[in-house]
């Protein structure tokens, strides 16, 4: 098992925002925590999440989030005892 954080960061694009709202409900059982900040300013917004989860889980997970028009995706994960 692995454990980590994932960093979501969505540019300019509401419309994906309901795409990776869905990735996140489907990979819901992998998410420990989260915590979303918008900047209406500069049209960004930002996802943290602290996720728990094989590698496959978690690469599957970016993999799908990384494959998004307008978002980008950053991840560090460390293996669980």
């Not at 309901?18 to 409900?25: A, G, I, P, T, W």
């Not at 420990?32 to 996720?51: C, D, T």
Request: aromatic share 2%; no cysteine; net charge positive.
């Amino acid at each position: 098992m692995k454990i980590g954080v994932i960093g979501i960061v969505i540019e300019k694009d509401k419309a994906v925002a309901l795409k990776v709202q869905e990735l996140l409900s489907a990979y819901s059982h992998l998410i420990l925590g989260r915590m979303g900040v918008p900047n209406h300013e500069s049209e960004v917004n930002v996802i943290s999440l602290i996720v728990k989860g094989s590698n496959e889980e978690l690469s599957a997970l970016t993999g799908k989030l990384g494959r998004l028009n307008n978002v980008k995706v950053k991840s560090a994960v460390t293996d669980t005892d």
